[in-house]
């Protein structure tokens, strides 16, 4: 990290500090609060707030310290998250106008978590409509800048999340992902985040009415300003929900290694199916070259044995079918319109999925096969790989857009490109299970962050954050933008 500044320390810092008695806990929530107070009108991202409740929560951990105990790893951490968690006493929306009256009557299991592990939450974070967007805003609650150039979004789902991140107006967040939503905002934003394996934290408490329960594909997870905070929030978060705690338990595996000699790193560059702008490909070239120089095995040939296609129509059907089957009926017809063009930007996708974006089972059952033919395939891969590095977006954070989803296009290489063909990249790790660690890994020329995407074998989320760290010692990590000093 390059500002040592208070608002841009770690949650791993910021616990230390208040344990070790440098900062009280509430001195420490009230230097957040102002720091959103000051920033937000112009960003936008802290957009439900529960100050008063907060400032208890740090007299109460200020008060354990003074008593000898410790809440947990996340002591007088201020944070906050994603606006589709439950927050109690709080409308969850998922920013449809129609759940305005969703109070929440409990947080949310992985909200209770980090509470549970000491962490302060200040409030939660903007979304776009029913998280269905790269970008972030509602007509609940407007529209959230990036930290960067405030004419740009910060990225989507979980947008909110990591603008509020990035510029220093919270500690630590926590956000959602199924398309990329972690993923995305935080390479837009420069920040990290983590895609953790399907089911390895609870969902309970991530859901409107009508849709409990654990969604295929989607999955909750930390976002910080190091892989250090990651690892230690997914620490505070994972293992088996309240259903399933009495017979499971979780234990992921210690990476294969904590450096990057002798680490064996794949790269995909790019692909026809969802093509590269050249800043990105760029860096990605670099990072490599950095890999190789510190000792890793590089390799920009190795390849699960996928067909590339195969495994877009496998996690476009599953995803629309989700989407579509597990709303509300008042929000249905909105789902299925917004599907129907993503389905429409892709011509080569097959024209029965244009047509209907929910699966009968027996449709579902053959798109779940082809899945666990991929899934075996990555699993075979990583027997001789320890990571496969990629992009997880096309371009850098772009242009606000709030046109006809379907009209939409991004600029790629000084061409035009369906709006959402880039969630290709995010549809490797999300389809097959698998973790991916996104971490910044420096800027374009016209000085917006990138981020690349680490992809791991399943339940592999410590060797992905270890990666994401050693790669900040190698010479990165998080820079705040200009502006947003203390």
Known sequence: MTDDTLS??????????????????????????????????????????????????????????????????????????????????????????????????????????????????????????????????????????????????????????????????SGLEFGSDIGGSIRNPAHFCGVYGHKPSWNVVPMDGHALPGMEGTPDLAVVGPLARSADDLAACLDVVAGPGPSMAPGWRLELPAPRAEGLKGLRVALWSGDDIAPVDAPIAERLQATADLLAQQGAIVSDAARPQIDAAANRAAYVALLNSLVGAGVPDEMYEHNKRAAAAFAASDVSRPAQMARSMVLDHRAWLGFDGMRNRIRRAWRDFFR??????????????????????????????????????????????????????????????????????????????????????????AGGGFVAPPGFAD
Not at 129 to 139: H, S, V
Request: with cysteine; proline share 6%.
């Open 8 to 169: 841009f320390k770690s949650a791993s810092e910021l616990a230390r500090m208040v344990l070790e008695k440098k900062i009280g806990a509430v001195e420490l929530a009230r230097h957040f609060i102002g720091r959103i107070e000051r920033f937000d009108g112009a960003i936008n991202a802290v957009v439900v707030r529960d100050f008063e409740r907060a400032l208890a929560d740090a007299k109460a951990a200020d008060a354990a310290l003074a008593a000898g105990k410790s809440c947990g790893p996340l002591h007088g951490v201020p944070m906050t998250v994603k606006e589709s968690f439950n927050l109690k006493g709080h409308p969850t929306t998922w920013g449809a106008p129609g759940f305005k009256g969703n109070i929440a009557a409990e947080d949310a299991e992985a909200v209770r978590r980090l509470k549970a592990a000491g962490a302060i939450v200040l409030g939660k974070t903007n979304v776009p409509f029913m998280l269905g967007d790269f970008q972030a805003y509602n007509e609940i609650y407007g529209q959230t800048g990036n930290p960067w150039d405030l004419s740009r979004t910060p990225g989507g789902s979980s947008g909110g999340s990591a603008a509020a991140l990035a510029a220093g107006m």
């Open 384 to 473: 001789s790989w320890d990571i496969m590095l990629c992009p997880i977006m096309a371009t850098t954070a772009f242009a606000h857009d709030h046109g006809p989803v379907g009209a939409r296009t991004l600029t790629v290489n000084g061409r035009p490109q369906p709006y959402f063909d880039q969630i290709f990249w995010a549809s490797l790790a999300t389809l097959a299970y698998l973790p991916a660690t996104v971490f910044p890994a420096g800027r374009s020329k016209d000085g917006l962050p990138i981020g690349l995407q680490a992809i791991g074998p399943e339940h592999g989320d410590r060797g992905t954050i270890a990666f994401a760290r050693a790669m900040a010692r």
